[in-house]
């Protein structure tokens, strides 16, 4: 997994790209405590470039999800591939994370 | 085509990634569907973050062994590990509607295989068998 980030007004772009498994869990939690910490706390996270994530890089967003939703942040996804909408999908998560089908729609709705 | 295939991988979580590899390369080979294929990826890397965390706590050095079977009718993927034995009775599915940051894994390979077996009756270890009916076969 890689990764970078830009900043559009008030909200984190996080581009990630390569597969999300277990193995890189820990730097995706990383990266998204160190963005929250900062204050950084209106992400939108670009998957457009992930093929592959499992339920470990699902569990690292909902971690974000709840500590954002408790300081009136965000963590919002862009462009799924399908592989990732139906991780979303089977595990209901599509119905409390706002998922966009474009950077330009998601960024629009913050 | 059919395939046939095994591999041993060591109790590391960055060797999850060359199983997926060698997953995605057979079944590639036996003509499988790019939809399933990726179930597959998944349910794979699932259990074996379950084997190398739960069964091998997190300890190198340990050997897992795939065993992949492609047909017209089914791919049938079983693992094996010799750690502590899997405690099927102890699984509880998760409440999809307060999600958590865990407990997703044994519920998805439920929900993407056919079948999902687990047989401790060796006493050494736990052998995983999962199976998926071949939708995109000729045959069906």
């Known amino acids: 997994m890689e990764y970078k980030t830009r900043q559009e007004g008030s909200v984190t772009v996080i581009e990630l790209s390569g597969e999300i498994d277990v193995s890189c869990a820990p730097q995706l939690k990383e990266l998204l405590q160190g963005l929250i910490d900062e204050g950084k706390n209106q992400l939108l996270v670009n998957l457009a470039d992930v093929p592959f994530m499992d339920s470990s890089g699902l569990g690292i967003f909902i971690n974000a999800f709840k500590r954002n939703k408790q300081t009136g942040g965000a963590i919002k996804f862009a462009s799924p591939q399908d592989a990732l909408r139906k991780v979303f999908s089977l595990t209901q998560t599509d119905k409390v994370f706002s998922i966009f089908d474009s950077v330009e729609d998601g960024l629009s709705s913050f | ?140």
């Open chain 2, 1 to 140: 085509m059919d395939v046939k295939d095994q591999l041993v991988i060591d109790s590391r979580l960055d060797a999850v990634a060359e199983a997926r590899e060698w997953l995605v390369s057979r079944t590639v080979q036996a003509g499988v569907s790019t939809k399933t294929i990726n179930d597959l990826k998944l349910v794979l890397t699932e259990a074996l973050s379950n084997v190398v965390r739960h069964a091998y706590d997190d300890e190198p050095g340990h050997p897992i062994e795939l065993s992949l079977v492609v047909d017209a009718g089914a791919l049938t993927l079983t693992i094996h590990d010799y750690g502590r034995p899997f405690d099927a009775d102890s699984y509880q599915a998760p409440d999809l509607s307060d999600p958590q940051e865990g407990g997703y894994g044994v519920f998805l390979m439920h929900n993407l295989m056919d079948q999902v077996h687990y047989d401790v009756s060796s006493g050494t270890g736990t052998t995983l068998t999962l199976v998926k009916r071949r939708k995109d076969s000729p045959q069906q």
